[in-house]
């Protein structure tokens, strides 16, 4: 009888992770505390449960280095594609999902999987050595007992950042009078996916009272032992964003380019808030990039000066929270073992990958990884030229130790292509060989 692996968190990587496992024919305990033990930013006992945006961005496979990762995954037969494809919502060229109906969906696959079984409870230390192969996935939200387990385990002070939540809206309390539907530059090959996001125009002045008000709201209190911790740039509050320069958020999730206002269609908006379809019945709306750590109270009033948002309702206010991550470079080999104990793997956003996408991706190679092991076979890291080579390759040692921090995928971790030449003008065609590079040497890497 093949002994299972233990898989701690039953996040997007956790669960992927113990679906590959499953797949390749050895059983899997995937462990989740939940709803034993709550925490502040989930609302439900779901496993691979969206807390943050509903978006796993771009799924342009040929251009975008998250696209490709997508591929990767798809092409690998992961589970966290296939019930994002299957539950999916409009939003122009990116890969959302109704963030209810896929957890569901996610939960009851694994449920039915006659190798997978659930068991709910907090793994509050390192596991008995009788767990001979576990993977660590509890994600940003690591409770306290596990991380200063693991802390005492590797004599390293974890590392860890800010990370923030944008509220989510009600569509019918949005004033369309105002407001209107379109995909940025019309992005996407239905109308649906072209009119998947509600814009809200402001003029100058607008804009700067939204600016002066934002500045001025009551913000989050940090505790003492929080002060220091830095924020992850990828995931800004807008507060944070604001106070590094008066224009610094049209030039980032407020930018006004690519949209043409219908109620006004002779007048350049000055800036433009943009919500994104947050679940499949298009009820519920949120607004892109606005992370923040204000107060609920100083929320509704600051959001509620925004043209179109007037009488907003609010399903979900924003939040912040602790996240926390390992100094992979340093801990982990490059089959995602923990050095010091390699019966632990890692997997996840603990490893400092940063987003749902990357997360998933490095459960995924954890549990394969640790189903080859449990199997007797090998199993070398896929080389660097892919999305997940590129990323494994980087956590497990292409990143320097000393200022290691979160990385999403980008095409800078790639290597160059040889013959394909460099440039801002030259780049569709660069992205282009980097993704048909990397889809070649996927696909022998899987066989």
Known sequence: MIKPIHIIGGGM??????????????????HEMRPNVETFAHQTQNLAELVCSNSVRSDDDEANAVGLLHWEMRQAGGLVMEMGDANSVPAGSALAVDREAFSEAVTARLEAHPLVTIERGEIAG??????????????????????????????????????????IIYAES???????????????????????????????????????????????????????TPYFDGCLPIEVMAERGRETLRFGPMKPVGLTNPHQPQIKAHAVVQLRRDNALGTLYNIVGFQTKMKYGAQAEVFKIIPGLERAEFARLGGIHRNTFINSPLLLDDQMRLKAMPRLRFAGQITGVEGYVESTAMGLLAGRMAAHERLGTSITAPP?????????????????????????????????????????????????????????????WLT
């Open 126 to 167: 390192i596991p008995h050595e009788d767990w001979d192969s576990v993977i660590i996935a509890t994600g940003p939200l690591t409770s306290v007992a596990l991380a200063e387990a693991v802390r005492d385990l590797t004599d390293e002070s974890s590392l860890s950042f800010f990370d923030a939540i944008a509220p």
């Open 174 to 228: 949005i004033n369309m009078d105002k407001a209107w539907l379109q995909s940025r530059y019309d992005k996407g090959d239905t109308e649906e996916e072209r009119t998947a996001y509600i814009n809200c125009p402001m003029d100058e002045a607008q804009y700067n009272a939204f600016i002066d008000a934002l500045l001025a709201a009551d913000k989050t209190e940090f505790k003492d032992w929080e002060k220091d």
């Open 13 to 30: 990587a956790g669960s992927e992770a113990a679906w590959q496992i499953a797949q390749m024919g050895v059983p899997a305990i995937i």
């Open 384 to 444: 660097n030229t892919t999305a997940m080579g590129a990323l494994i390759s980087h956590i497990t040692g292409g990143a320097a130790a000393k200022t290691f921090q979160p990385m999403n995928v980008n095409f800078g971790l790639f290597p160059l292509v040889d013959g394909v030449k460099g440039g801002r003008r030259n780049r569709p065609a660069r992205y282009k060989a980097y993704t048909d590079r990397a889809k070649a040497d996927w696909n022998a």
